[in-house]
């Protein structure tokens, strides 16, 4: 603990060069003893200063300090430590945690992020999904800002639910301001407030970015309510997908509107869309049924719940006809004679003459007596379900209701025995989902895995229209946008040269750590420079 503490105060929380050095000196403690005797091989020239005020007797306060205040800390080699955290990229080495963190093992979790300064139509959907989610006795990890995040940290306080604060400062440190109250209220009902930051560490906005990996790390998935394209949610977004998380989205209230041109993309390429709280519910219901309590849910809003009535058969029966689209007939209404072709109706009261003209419009008149005896004696279609419901005296609602219609049945001369025709449901893997392949090739022609199949005909169509251009134009085009000896300019480079890079390469060639590089991606992205594609895939933005 006290040379994990100790490597925290040379870089900072969230920074993946804390695993690279420990890696390349077998741990922990054995980086301490090379570093603290002047080996400054693997640390960058802008930490050096760090590594002088650094030591283990600040590592010692640090811990006693947090065993004063009630603050447990807990490093990645922990049994405490969230299992689900652990396996995502760059996890903290160090978790500083007030209250709870156990709810975590205990109950179901589930993100919720947001903006900020919501809008009216986000902070009643906000309500509604961190209502019914937190009815359902599960957690709700949120970043403790304002705006949604305050509505899933309140609704989970108010029905007594733990919930989840993760800070991007020190915990001494009261952001957003007078939230110490805020704080003491989630620790009661049973939550946990966490940071991976020392306690006395101010917000910056590298911090804000480093958080968000740890919202979505520590659920099964994230919900993502009233998100514009420049929100802030849309990083976590990101990361949750990079996790393999699952993901969510409120439907936009305008569809057409520009603003939420990302939100459309994410719903497009896979995300779940949310009306309502029964959204998320229905997704986790049949699978982690066990920890979540549905005594307030509508069962008959649960697309997995099956209920079986309790019926009697003449109930069936009539239940039978009306999933047919046919009248009951009472049994005490006068049956009236049938009308041969050329007969004329028999003379009844005015009453029955309206009767008998309903029953010649909905029931055509054999031109042949042997065609309709012929007809009488073959079982018709409601004798083969009143046969079922014989045998059968119990049925679901569900069974009734998918009764097969004339065209879909058949009845075998030979054996008498019902089939059905339905055509079957072809599955696609989730590993070939973008996977293209045209027909009568063995193998895929292009390979999607590492963009979306509407991006990839859109550069088709790019580069079949786009003339052959020289180098020199290309670098005269690319010095207007930024100056190329810039981090930013290099990798609207590479861009420019390959058309599509992903997080990973952008690192290798230009040599910047993961916390760099991601800062440098966000600020392009949010300038509408570059654009992130599901599959961890940048491109230029087609405005540039």
Same mark, same amino acid.
């Given at each position: =603990?006290?040379?994990?503490?100790?490597?925290?105060?040379?870089?900072?929380?969230?920074?993946?060069?804390? @695993?690279?050095?420990?890696?390349?000196?077998?741990?922990?403690?054995?980086?301490?003893?090379?570093?603290?005797?002047?080996?400054?091989?693997?640390?960058?020239?802008?930490?050096?200063?760090?590594?002088?005020?650094?030591?283990?007797? #600040?590592?010692?306060?640090?811990?006693?300090?947090?065993?004063?205040?009630?603050?447990?800390?807990?490093?990645?080699?922990?049994?405490?430590? !969230?299992? =689900?955290?652990?396996?995502?990229?760059?996890?903290?080495?160090?978790?500083?945690?007030?209250?709870?963190?156990?709810?975590?093992?205990?109950?179901?979790?589930?993100?919720?992020?947001?903006?900020?300064?919501?809008?009216?139509?986000?902070?009643?959907?906000?309500?509604?999904?961190?209502?019914?989610?937190?009815?359902?006795?599960?957690?709700?990890?949120?970043?403790?800002?304002?705006?949604?995040?305050?509505?899933?940290?309140?609704?989970?306080?108010?029905?007594?639910? !733990?919930?989840?604060?993760?800070?991007?400062?020190?915990?001494?440190?009261?952001?957003?301001?007078?939230?110490?109250?805020?704080?003491?209220?989630?620790?009661?009902?049973?939550?946990?407030?966490?940071?991976?930051?020392?306690?006395?560490? +101010?917000?910056?906005?590298?911090?804000?970015?480093?958080?968000?990996?740890?919202?979505?790390?520590?659920?099964?998935?994230?919900?993502?309510?009233?998100?514009?394209?420049?929100?802030?949610?849309? &990083?976590?977004?990101?990361?949750?997908?990079?996790?393999?998380?699952?993901?969510?989205?409120? =439907?936009? !209230?305008?569809?057409?509107?520009?603003?939420?041109?990302?939100?459309?993309?994410?719903?497009?390429?896979?995300?779940?869309?949310?009306? $309502?709280?029964?959204?998320?519910?229905?997704?986790?219901?049949?699978?982690?049924?066990?920890?979540?309590?549905?005594?307030?849910?509508?069962?008959?809003?649960?697309?997995? @719940?099956?209920?079986?009535?309790?019926?009697? %058969?003449?109930?069936?029966?009539?239940?039978?006809? *009306?999933?047919?689209?046919? $009248?009951?007939?009472?049994?005490?209404?006068?049956?009236?004679?049938?009308?041969? *072709?050329?007969?004329?109706?028999? *003379?009844?009261?005015?009453? $029955?003459?309206?009767?008998?003209?309903?029953?010649?419009?909905?029931?055509?008149?054999?031109?042949?007596?042997?065609?309709?005896?012929?007809?009488?004696?073959?079982?018709?279609?409601?004798?083969?379900?009143?046969?079922?419901?014989?045998?059968?005296?119990?049925?679901?609602?569900?069974?009734?209701?998918?009764? !097969?219609?004339?065209?879909?049945?058949?009845?075998?001369?030979?054996?008498?025995?019902?089939?059905?025709?339905?055509?079957?449901?072809?599955?696609?893997?989730? /590993?070939?989902?973008?996977?293209?392949?045209?027909?009568?090739? /063995?193998?895929?022609?292009?390979?999607?895995?590492?963009?979306?199949?509407?991006?990839?005909?859109?550069?088709?169509?790019?580069?079949?229209?786009?003339?052959?251009?020289?180098?020199? #134009? +290309?670098? *005269?085009?690319?010095?207007?946008?930024?100056?190329?000896? %810039?981090?930013?300019? #290099?990798? &609207?480079?590479? &861009?420019?040269?390959?058309?599509?890079?992903?997080?990973?390469?952008?690192?290798?060639?230009?040599?910047?750590?993961?916390?760099? =590089?991601?800062?440098? &991606?966000?600020?392009?992205?949010?300038?509408?420079?570059?654009?992130?594609?599901?599959?961890?895939?940048?491109?230029?933005?087609?405005?540039?």
């Amino acid at each position: =603990m006290r040379y994990y503490i100790y490597l925290l105060q040379i870089f900072g929380g969230g920074n993946p060069k804390i @695993y690279e050095i420990i890696r390349a000196y077998g741990s922990a403690k054995a980086v301490y003893e090379r570093v603290s005797k002047g080996d400054m091989t693997l640390i960058p020239s802008n930490r050096i200063e760090n590594v002088r005020k650094a030591s283990l007797d #600040k590592s010692d306060k640090i811990i006693k300090f947090c065993k004063d205040n009630k603050i447990d800390i807990i490093t990645i080699d922990d049994k405490a430590y !969230p299992v =689900m955290l652990k396996n995502i990229y760059n996890p903290p080495t160090v978790l500083f945690v007030e209250g709870d963190l156990s709810c975590l093992k205990n109950h179901f979790s589930l993100s919720i992020v947001g903006p900020r300064r919501p809008e009216p139509y986000a902070v009643r959907l906000g309500v509604n999904i961190c209502g019914g989610l937190a009815g359902c006795k599960i957690v709700l990890v949120s970043g403790f800002a304002d705006g949604i995040d305050s509505i899933a940290h309140t609704e989970c306080i108010k029905r007594n639910v !733990p919930t989840v604060a993760v800070l991007a400062c020190g915990h001494t440190v009261e952001y957003p301001a007078r939230s110490f109250g805020m704080r003491a209220q989630v620790k009661k009902s049973g939550g946990a407030v966490i940071s991976e930051l020392l306690p006395d560490t +101010q917000c910056c906005r590298e911090y804000f970015k480093h958080r968000n990996r740890i919202i979505s790390g520590l659920s099964y998935g994230t919900v993502v309510v009233g998100g514009e394209n420049k929100s802030g949610s849309l &990083l976590t977004a990101n990361n949750a997908f990079d996790q393999d998380r699952d993901l969510f989205f409120t =439907m936009p !209230p305008d569809t057409l509107d520009g603003r939420y041109s990302k939100i459309i993309r994410f719903l497009r390429d896979g995300a779940h869309p949310v009306y $309502d709280f029964y959204d998320v519910i229905n997704e986790y219901y049949e699978t982690h049924k066990d920890k979540l309590d549905d005594t307030h849910l509508d069962k008959n809003r649960l697309t997995s @719940y099956s209920r079986v009535s309790e019926i009697i %058969t003449e109930e069936s029966y009539d239940m039978v006809d *009306e999933a047919l689209g046919n $009248d009951k007939i009472e049994s005490d209404e006068k049956q009236l004679p049938s009308v041969e *072709e050329n007969e004329v109706a028999p *003379e009844t009261p005015e009453e $029955d003459f309206e009767v008998f003209c309903e029953k010649t419009e909905s029931e055509p008149v054999s031109a042949n007596k042997n065609e309709s005896k012929r007809q009488e004696s073959e079982p018709s279609e409601k004798d083969v379900l009143k046969e079922i419901v014989d045998k059968n005296t119990v049925l679901s609602e569900e069974t009734i209701k998918s009764a !097969p219609s004339d065209k879909k049945i058949e009845l075998d001369d030979a054996s008498q025995t019902k089939t059905r025709h339905r055509k079957d449901k072809k599955t696609i893997p989730r /590993e070939n989902r973008f996977v293209y392949k045209a027909r009568g090739e /063995e193998k895929p022609s292009v390979d999607y895995s590492d963009g979306t199949p509407s991006f990839f005909r859109r550069k088709g169509k790019k580069d079949s229209k786009k003339s052959v251009s020289t180098d020199k #134009k +290309q670098e *005269e085009s690319i010095a207007v946008k930024e100056p190329p000896e %810039t981090i930013a300019g #290099k990798i &609207l480079d590479i &861009l420019e040269r390959e058309e599509a890079v992903t997080r990973e390469k952008l690192m290798s060639l230009l040599g910047v750590d993961f916390a760099t =590089m991601t800062e440098y &991606l966000a600020d392009l992205e949010v300038d509408g420079a570059i654009t992130y594609h599901p599959g961890g895939v940048y491109t230029l933005s087609e405005e540039s």
